[in-house]
């Protein structure tokens, strides 16, 4: 089971994501500094100070890999490739906004990939055991997945925008409204985080409260192969509607 935990690959996955991040500064900030430039003082300070605080939240929560870590990466990189996107609406250079946004797209997706999952489950695990994360359904990912998504960033920064845009009343509503939103949000996207099969040297556990109520350890000597259920089979489906 070892090289399951310590493949190499995935940490080098992971380590793309962090160094691309580690490096926006340099890369995507005049990108956004230009867009900032036509907004209003108030305004720009207040996002210029959002992007720096949730910069340096994501740089040390991507080192350290965690199942809650791994929620906030994988909100923040295309939630990037947004914020780049709408720097570009007017007078931008959108040659260089193209190129800097379709990289941080292709990062947002290698965050999203199994690999870089498997490294940050794995942050958590204990000895020999190794957790591989579940895919959330075709259903959950067709829409629900994003929306919800995005009403969880949303709702962290259209309220302080809002407000520093000197729309009082409804900014007030919004920060408390989106706040709470939010929290629920990310609470449901870290819950998917929890679902895994765990090799252990006495089997595989199945750990997925969206299937079984308790996890539930298939031991090693009831375990002739894993593989797709044959076409017509009567076997117990646990995937939830995953695709694959």
Same mark, same amino acid.
């Given at each position: 089971?070892?090289?399951?935990?310590?493949?190499?690959?995935?940490?080098?996955?992971?380590?793309?994501?962090?160094?691309?991040?580690?490096?926006?500064?340099?890369?995507?900030?005049?990108?956004?500094?230009?867009?900032?430039?036509?907004?209003?003082?108030?305004?720009?300070?207040?996002?210029?100070?959002?992007?720096?605080?949730?910069?340096?939240?994501?740089?040390?929560?991507?080192?350290?890999?965690?199942?809650?870590?791994?929620?906030?990466?994988?909100?923040?990189?295309?939630?990037?490739?947004?914020?780049?996107?709408?720097?570009?609406?007017?007078? @931008?250079?959108? *040659?260089? $906004?193209?190129?800097?946004?379709?990289?941080? !797209?292709? /990062?947002? &997706?290698? +965050? #999203?990939?199994?690999?870089?999952?498997?490294?940050?489950?794995?942050?958590?695990?204990?000895?020999?055991?190794?957790?591989?994360?579940?895919?959330?359904?075709?259903?959950?990912?067709?829409?629900?997945?994003?929306?919800?998504?995005?009403?969880?960033?949303?709702?962290?920064?259209?309220?302080?925008?809002?407000?520093?845009?000197?729309?009082? @009343?409804?900014? *007030?509503? $919004?920060?408390?409204?989106?706040?709470?939103? !939010?929290? /629920?949000? &990310?609470? +449901? #996207?870290?819950?998917?985080?929890?679902?895994?099969?765990?090799?252990?040297?006495?089997?595989?556990?199945?750990?997925?409260?969206?299937?079984?109520?308790?996890?539930?350890?298939?031991?090693?000597?009831?375990?002739?192969?894993?593989?797709?259920?044959?076409?017509?089979?009567?076997?117990?489906?646990?995937?939830?509607?995953?695709?694959?």
């Amino acid at each position: 089971m070892g090289w399951v935990k310590g493949l190499q690959g995935d940490r080098a996955w992971a380590w793309l994501v962090r160094v691309w991040w580690a490096a926006l500064p340099f890369s995507a900030g005049p990108v956004l500094a230009d867009g900032l430039h036509m907004t209003s003082a108030a305004w720009r300070t207040t996002a210029s100070v959002g992007l720096w605080v949730l910069w340096g939240a994501v740089l040390v929560g991507s080192l350290l890999a965690h199942p809650a870590t791994l929620v906030l990466v994988r909100l923040a990189t295309p939630s990037a490739v947004v914020a780049l996107v709408w720097s570009g609406r007017e007078g @931008a250079d959108w *040659g260089e $906004v193209a190129v800097v946004a379709a990289i941080t !797209a292709g /990062v947002a &997706a290698v +965050s #999203l990939s199994a690999p870089v999952g498997h490294v940050f489950v794995n942050g958590i695990s204990y000895g020999d055991e190794a957790r591989l994360l579940l895919r959330p359904s075709a259903m959950l990912l067709a829409g629900p997945l994003p929306v919800m998504a995005a009403i969880t960033v949303g709702g962290v920064v259209s309220g302080p925008l809002l407000l520093a845009a000197e729309h009082w @009343a409804i900014g *007030g509503v $919004v920060t408390a409204a989106g706040g709470a939103l !939010a929290m /629920v949000g &990310a609470r +449901s #996207l870290h819950s998917l985080t929890k679902r895994w099969l765990v090799f252990v040297p006495a089997g595989v556990v199945i750990h997925d409260h969206l299937a079984v109520q308790d996890p539930v350890l298939l031991r090693r000597r009831a375990v002739a192969r894993f593989g797709p259920a044959r076409q017509g089979s009567d076997a117990l489906d646990l995937t939830m509607g995953a695709a694959g």
